[in-house]
Antibody, heavy 111, light 112 residues
Framework: QVQLKESGPGLVQPSETLSLTCTVSGFSLTSYSVSWVRQPSGKGPEWMGRMWYDGDTAYNSALKSRLSISRDTSKNQVFLKMNSLQTDDTGTYYC?????WGQGVMVTVSS | DVVLTQTPVSLSVTLGDQASISCRSSQSLEYSDGYTYLEWYLQKPGQSPQLLIYEVSNRFSGVPDRFIGSGSGTDFTLKISRVEPEDLGVYYCFQATHDPNTFGAGTKLELK
């Protein structure tokens, strides 16, 4: 059964760096790609980026300068790091694989 | 980046009606492998988006056959025949043909 679970801090200070982990089960990261999607409250989802099965990455053009996605295949984990956070980065962050979505983690950027 | 334009922004229907949502892309979504990676999602309040349709017209497992996806190139449509209460929510189209992938802005389906 394909499962994804996001983890990370719920509160981040403005200008700080967000670090999230997506732990997957039921499939191999070397066979399937995993994407990160975020959604501000009351707004539509925004695709952030992807870790391809071969280790390559792709990023949202608007976030590319401050976003990094990496992985540890031995731990079945995909990581998201985004720096210089501002209040409009507040929202729910999801990792996804095809039709499967994690439950999401709510991130609030506030001092 | 590919821009997906969804219309209408909101749609008020009576239960049992048909609903139709359009998604237009700023460039062709046909990939070099011949597939078109255009998907439709439904998001209900408090839930993550759920996949309804993939590759334009393929219903995901468990999706009722009243959901029909069609289109090609840059023009795509999701039709819902005989709207039921569980169909209410916000619909998004999504393209995975081009990097970066992008979502449409959404269409809210609500009761008249």
């Amino acid at each position: 059964q394909v499962q994804l679970k996001e983890s990370g801090p719920g509160l981040v200070q403005p200008s700080e760096t967000l670090s999230l982990t997506c732990t997957v089960s039921g499939f191999s990261l070397t066979s399937y790609s995993v994407s990160w999607v975020r959604q501000p409250s009351g707004k539509g989802p925004e695709w952030m980026g992807r870790m391809w099965y071969d280790g390559d990455t792709a990023y949202n053009s608007a976030l590319k300068s401050r976003l990094s996605i990496s992985r540890d295949t031995s731990k079945n984990q995909v990581f998201l790091k985004m720096n210089s956070l501002q209040t409009d980065d507040t929202g729910t962050y999801y990792c996804t694989r095809d039709s499967a979505w994690g439950q999401g983690v709510m991130v609030t950027v506030s001092s | 980046d590919v821009v997906l334009t969804q219309t209408p922004v909101s749609l008020s229907v009576t239960l049992g009606d048909q609903a139709s949502i359009s998604c237009r892309s700023s460039q062709s979504l046909e990939y070099s492998d011949g597939y078109t990676y255009l998907e439709w999602y439904l998001q209900k309040p408090g839930q993550s988006p759920q996949l309804l349709i993939y590759e334009v017209s393929n219903r995901f497992s468990g999706v009722p056959d009243r959901f029909i996806g069609s289109g090609s190139g840059t023009d795509f449509t999701l039709k819902i025949s005989r709207v039921e209460p569980e169909d209410l929510g916000v619909y998004y189209c999504f393209q995975a043909t081009h990097d970066p992938n992008t979502f449409g802005a959404g269409t809210k389906l609500e009761l008249k």
